[in-house]
């Protein structure tokens, strides 16, 4: 990876994607642990019955030791420190899938809502990511301005200027800056999207003062 280029792509746009962040060995061991750690338990039951964002599930790194290492000193850590420029405050590893057949979709948003902290997410790819199976949409520069602390921000959609499309290859990542607007359509094909997420935020970001209790008033 060429860090200079991708710090300076990721300061500018608030995302940038990395082409095989992973090798053939390291994608195929997430893959197994990922899949190993949804068959406990009910897992898997969970996350396609979820009420709300079904196809997610957090807090991986809190059941499994690997995952919990991978969060707080992987590679993800690492690279999402030197894109920051700070030291870290690991939140979680996440599984995600946007479900075959699906209906609804993951609405324009940014990550620190209710207290916008700076920090940011890295997710890679475990399945090919199109447009039809439901990728990611990144807004380019959409981390420098200041929107309201919601899901569902209005206004957004492929056509906004500097909006794209996060295909991905298997093993590839993207990152982007906690607060860059970023959505995904229904998934209508038959083909899964999965990924795993690593959330972070900024250990010298100290956010917003009572913006989540606001948040939390207006949400309801």
């Known amino acids: 990876m060429d860090l200079d280029a991708i710090r300076e792509a990721f300061s500018r746009d608030g995302c940038v994607v990395i082409p095989n962040f992973l ?4 994608l195929v061991e997430l893959d197994a642990r990922t899949e190993a750690y949804l068959d406990k338990g009910k897992h898997r039951e969970r996350f396609k019955n979820a009420k709300a964002f079904a196809g997610t599930l957090k807090n991986l790194n809190v ?35 946007r479900l075959p057949g699906e209906e609804i979709g993951i609405a324009p948003h940014f ?5 916008r902290r700076a920090g940011a997410t890295l ?16 807004v380019k ?21 500097g909006a794209f499309a996060v295909e991905l290859n298997p093993g590839d990542a993207a990152v982007h800056s906690s607060l ?27 956010g917003e003062e009572f913006a989540k209790k606001d948040w939390v008033r207006r949400a309801k």
């Open 63 to 97: 059941h499994d030791e690997w995952f919990d290492q991978l969060l707080r000193k992987g590679r993800p850590a690492k690279v999402v420190s030197q894109l920051i420029d700070d030291e870290l405050h690991p939140a979680t590893a996440a599984f995600f899938d």
């Open 123 to 138: 997710w890679i790819a475990l399945d090919d990511t199109r447009k039809e199976n439901g990728c990611l949409y990144y």
């Open 141 to 161: 520069g959409s981390h420098k301005h200041r929107y309201e602390s919601k899901v569902g921000l209005s206004g957004f959609d492929e056509s906004t200027e």
């Open 111 to 115: 990550d620190a809502l209710g207290h």
């Open 23 to 26: 090798n053939h060995e390291e």
């Open 180 to 206: 860059t607007i970023h959505w995904s359509y229904p998934n209508q094909s038959e083909r899964s999207r999965r990924g795993v997420s690593f959330f972070y935020s900024a250990a010298s970001s100290k």
